[in-house]
């Protein structure tokens, strides 16, 4: 499996024939190295409907005819712009063909009327990822410890999401084999320094930390 970092909250995965795409957020986004014409997915996944995570949704859904995974509110708005949507809602899974699609909690705003940010436990092909999208650190992450998450990919930046110490604590309850910080670095608002996050998780707990620069891939 290959994960590429797009920049900020922004994640390529690709498993076998399977393309995956986490909130891609790349026009305007300063540290994107990709195109939104460049990136043909069969699958989007989006966890709340803030412009940094919306991004570029509805331009390569239609191009590459995406299949978007999100929560029922914004999968009503998406629907009405001609994507092909795949609604849930948190704590319902779906099964599909590269495996399977959880809706897990996420405390943020949505960024629409009557909705709620999601995170998203994909299996694919039998390889666990956690996507946290925006959120606060929450006891519940302990349920995750149960799924065996191989990758979690996690916000580190603070002000709007949680910060380094509470991604550590994440970490504590979650139990994966990898992190990935995220959503850090792209404005000068959210500045940390992902390898000092990296000495904290790898001194307390059995976890690997991936910096990952935007453009660059982890291959599980
Ligand atoms: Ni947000
Ligand atoms: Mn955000």
């Known amino acids: ?38 990136i043909k997915p069969r699958y989007i996944f989006v966890s709340h409907a803030h412009p940094d995570h919306l991004g570029d949704t509805v331009l390569i ?37 590269f495996g399977s699609v959880k809706l897990f909690l996420a405390f943020h705003g949505s960024g629409i009327p009557g909705g709620h940010a999601c995170g998203f436990v ?45 991604a550590l604590e994440a970490v504590k309850l979650i139990k ?4 990935i910080p995220m959503h850090f670095n792209t404005l000068p608002l959210i500045k940390q320094d992902p390898f000092q996050f990296q000495r904290m998780v790898e001194s307390e707990t059995e976890t690997k930390v991936i910096v990952l620069d935007p453009g660059k891939t982890f291959t599980l």
């Open 1 to 38: 499996m290959e994960i590429e970092f797009l920049g900020h909250a922004g994640f390529l995965v690709s498993e076998k024939e399977h393309s995956l795409v986490f909130d891609p957020f790349l026009s305007g986004n300063p540290l994107a190295m990709r195109k939104p014409e460049e």
């Open 61 to 97: 859904g239609k191009k590459a005819n995406s299949v978007v995974y999100t929560t029922f509110e914004l999968a009503e708005q998406l629907g009405k712009e001609g994507l092909d949507v795949r609604p849930g809602h948190l704590g319902g899974k779906q099964l599909t063909d």
């Open 122 to 166: 994909v299996d694919v092909c039998g390889k666990k990822i956690y996507f946290a999208g925006d959120t606060a650190l929450f006891q519940d992450m302990n349920q995750l410890s149960k799924e065996q998450i191989d990758v979690a990919l996690l916000p580190i930046g603070d002000l709007f999401t949680m910060g380094p110490e509470d």
């Open 176 to 179: 994966p084999k990898y992190v």
